[in-house]
């Protein structure tokens, strides 16, 4: 099964506006954006029409600029050399924080706190959302996390082990990557390594989700040689696949944290 991440974000979506529309005010996200470069000029125009398709409002505003009257708040990354990325993130509130981004909402995500039980890392989200779709069960399978970044491999890497997973994680320093993945019934990658997954690598049937990106000839492409689909139970392209899946889950998250606020409010009313 390959995996139309498109026509599954506009799944979540879908279901995410018809929530807006119950709310007595649009939610309102405002993307903190500090490095206006052409890659995050695309990622923001992207981000402000996923955000219309999920019936938020959409702002982008300087780093430094306040906040108070939004929902949620997201940063767009990277952040320019000579910023500290971490105590920017941590400066946005948790009651805000829909990329899960800070110290402290990340703490109660890899703590499993039941406080804060409706929030996953949007690429979390996004493996949970296809998992689910591709009725797959997690619990006793081997799993290999490619990648150990903050945005993908780690936070991967803690649900799997959450969802019952054996989990492995491998990175630049492994020696025999093949080896490691050999008998993996999961995989995920987020090593941003153009065709660093070949099909040899890969037993039949394993399930594959693809959620490392990188430019190749002008191209977007993934870690996985698309040739891998053939051996597949469960392959995400790239692109196409993870990422719409995880925008849609960011939003997803707006909606959530915007009922929360509103709920809020009302009863202080």
């Not at 025999?176 to 050999?182: I, K, T």
């Not at 394993?206 to 689909?229: N, Q, Y």
């Amino acid at each position: 099964m390959i995996v139309d991440g498109r026509a599954l974000a506009g799944e979540i979506l879908a279901r995410t506006k018809v929530r807006a529309v119950l709310l007595p005010r649009p939610p309102k996200v405002v993307a903190i954006v500090a490095n206006e470069t052409p890659a995050t000029q695309s990622y923001l125009r992207i981000k402000t029409a996923r955000a219309a398709d999920a019936g938020c409002l959409f702002e982008t505003r300087p780093l430094g600029t306040e906040y108070a009257d939004a929902d949620a708040v997201i940063v767009q990354l990277p952040l320019p050399a000579g910023i500290d990325a971490k105590n920017v993130l941590d400066a946005i509130p948790l009651e805000k924080d829909a990329d899960v981004l800070s110290s402290a909402a990340r703490a109660l995500f890899e703590n499993g706190d039941l406080r804060n039980p409706h929030l996953l890392p949007p690429v979390v989200g996004a493996v949970q959302a296809i998992f689910e779709y591709g009725k797959v069960d997690a619990v006793g399978k081997q799993a290999v996390v490619v990648g150990e970044g903050f945005l993908v491999g780690a936070p991967v890497a803690m649900w799997l082990r959450q969802q019952g997973a054996e989990v492995t994680v491998v990175n630049d320093t492994t020696t025999d990557l093949a080896a490691a993945l050999h008998n993996a019934d999961i995989i995920v990658s987020g090593a941003g390594s153009p065709g660093l997954i070949t099909p040899d690598m890969l037993k039949e049937g394993v399930v594959l989700i693809d959620a490392g990106t990188s430019e190749l000839g002008g191209k977007l492409v993934g870690d996985a040689d698309p040739a891998c689909a053939a051996k597949c139970s469960l392959f995400t392209p790239v692109p196409g696949g993870v990422g719409p899946v995880a925008v849609a889950c960011l939003f997803a998250n707006v909606m959530k944290l915007a009922e929360q606020n509103i709920d809020k409010s009302r009863n202080k009313a």
